[in-house]
């Protein structure tokens, strides 16, 4: 059932979503990548790891931010919309993540799933910490 009123209301308008979009996205790459240093399989060298930091914030940063708002929080409310985003962002990365450095094995394997565990505890904490500032 759509939100209506006050949840709706406390959408930012687009011009506030895109002037938050560079603070949001540094903020949120200075949270997930030490994570993601830490984190990921030793199979990934370490500028692979970097590298994810910055470019799986940047695949799914931009729906979270600019697309999810008026796709899921103006008609549903802003909880439905962290439950889809917070969703969305990790299960996106995880799935470029394989894309990119999947092996010929066709099932996961343990470092596989270790990296998948990163990147949704990177998302996690990143969720957390943002909530926590009072923007």
């Known amino acids: 059932m759509p939100a209506h009123g006050r949840v709706a209301s406390m959408l930012p308008d687009p011009s506030q979503l895109w002037s938050f979009l560079p603070a949001g996205y540094l903020l949120a790459v200075l949270i997930e990548t030490p994570i993601l240093l830490v984190g990921l399989s ?18 799914t940063y931009p729906i979270v931010v600019l697309v999810l708002p008026y796709a899921v929080w103006r008609p549903y409310g802003r909880a439905v919309y962290y439950v889809a985003a917070e969703t969305f962002a990790p299960v996106a990365e995880c799935g470029l993540f394989w894309l990119a450095y999947r092996s010929e094995r066709s099932s996961p394997d343990r470092g ?24």
Not at 112 to 135: C, H, K, M, Q, Y
């Open 112 to 135: 596989t799933l270790r990296d998948f565990a990163a990147i949704v505890l990177a998302n996690l904490a990143s969720f957390l910490i943002g909530e926590a500032i009072p923007w």
């Open 42 to 59: 030793r199979g990934h060298s370490a500028g692979d790891r970097l590298l994810a930091g910055l470019w799986l914030t940047a695949c």
